[in-house]
């Protein structure tokens, strides 16, 4: 007996599966990669403890901020960024959400 697929009753529109489609294509570009800073709370906090940061909010912003906005040629490189929840919701010292400064990057 042959196992039994997965059947879905609906199907994504053409328009949909092709914006999927680009998506997924533009985050396995030749010579690009992933930038993974979605690092939590208490790994971040070993992070600053070895190099005597307190493990704040406020530091964890300023250390996201420098991150995404250090490098302008950052999209040459990387085609995603995995963020924490909590980089959602931060902002630059300019008020610009830490969002759009990767918007603007990527």
Not at 5 to 13: D, I, K
Not at 21 to 42: H, N
Not at 50 to 61: D, G, L, Q
């Amino acid at each position: 007996m042959s196992p039994t697929l997965p059947r879905f009753a609906e199907y994504l529109p053409e328009g949909k599966l092709k914006e999927l489609r680009d998506i997924a294509s533009a985050l396995v570009a030749p010579g690009k990669g992933l930038l993974a800073a979605d690092e939590s709370v208490p790994t971040l906090g070993k992070r600053f403890k070895a190099i005597n940061v307190e493990n704040s909010e406020e530091n964890r912003r300023t250390y996201r901020q420098l991150l995404f906005s250090t490098d302008p040629s950052l999209a040459r490189n990387i085609s995603g960024v995995i963020l924490h929840h909590e980089t959602l919701s931060q902002k630059a010292d300019d008020g610009t959400p830490l969002v759009r400064l990767l918007q603007v990057s990527v």
